[in-house]
């Protein structure tokens, strides 16, 4: 029987403004621990979110390049949830109002042989739909050691734009080079450094597997990868454990 993978990514990524998403702390990487909060990005009671028209403008300028169609008015909600690494039990974030949808990236595919077809000139470049991309806060860092869990809130509201593909990918080598490229374009806007491994880009990848023809499988996602390489590879060894 013959399969087929169907793959969506969502990527991450901190945008390269001076100060927080919605309060007036540095976004700076590498400080020490639990230096840049406030009573707003750690949600206190009776604080107010102040946006970040640096961080809004990036945004709709990433929404731009990756040819979504750009929202003409937007706002932001409350995304409840309890997890340590928040410490206000909630994500300012936007829902049912991105900054865009409806776009594409288009990116050169090794030896012009897309899906493992016969290679000619229409095949070399591969087109990913985006379905959209929004604009959030992020959250605080966990840190695991031994028996205790220690929390980073330095990170906690800083600007984050998250972007949303179809899940258009056959397989882990198309979604490198996809983050490979999605990688150059953010660098040459100067919205965001790309540094994977210091976490100002992350991805999150979901995999589902069906009989040819059949549609979408079972999604599985795989959280929080921190370099092109490991998403190539987890999704490759997941396709082939769901087949």
Request: charged content about 25%.
């Amino acid at each position: 029987m013959k399969y087929e993978a169907f793959i969506g990514l969502e990527v991450h990524i901190q945008l390269l403004t001076k100060t927080k998403a919605f309060c007036s702390c540095m976004a700076a990487f590498g400080a020490e621990p639990n230096t840049n909060v406030c009573p707003g990005c750690l949600g206190y009671p009776g604080t107010l979110p102040i946006l970040n028209k640096e961080g809004l403008k990036m945004a709709y300028l990433v929404a731009r390049a990756l040819n979504l169609k750009l929202a003409a008015r937007t706002w932001f909600e409350r995304k409840q949830y309890f997890y340590p690494d928040m410490s206000k039990n909630y994500q300012i974030s936007q829902m049912d109002a991105p900054v865009g949808v409806g776009g594409w990236v288009e990116f050169a595919l090794p030896d012009g042989k897309p899906d493992n077809k016969p290679s000619d000139k229409e095949a070399s470049v591969k087109r990913i739909r985006i379905k959209e991309c929004h604009f959030e806060e992020d959250a605080g860092k966990m840190i695991h050691a031994g028996k205790l869990s220690l929390v980073d809130y330095n990170r906690a509201g800083m600007p984050l734009l998250e972007i949303v593909s179809e899940p258009d990918f056959k397989n882990g080598t198309e979604a490198e080079l996809y983050l490979q490229q999605l990688r150059k374009t953010l660098r040459y806007l100067d919205v965001c450094d790309g540094n994977m491994e210091e976490g100002s880009m992350r991805c999150d990848a979901n995999v589902s597997v069906n009989l040819a023809g059949a549609g979408l499988g079972t999604k599985v996602e795989i959280k929080n990868l921190n370099s092109s390489r490991f998403v190539r590879l987890g999704l490759d060894h997941e396709i082939a454990r769901q087949t």
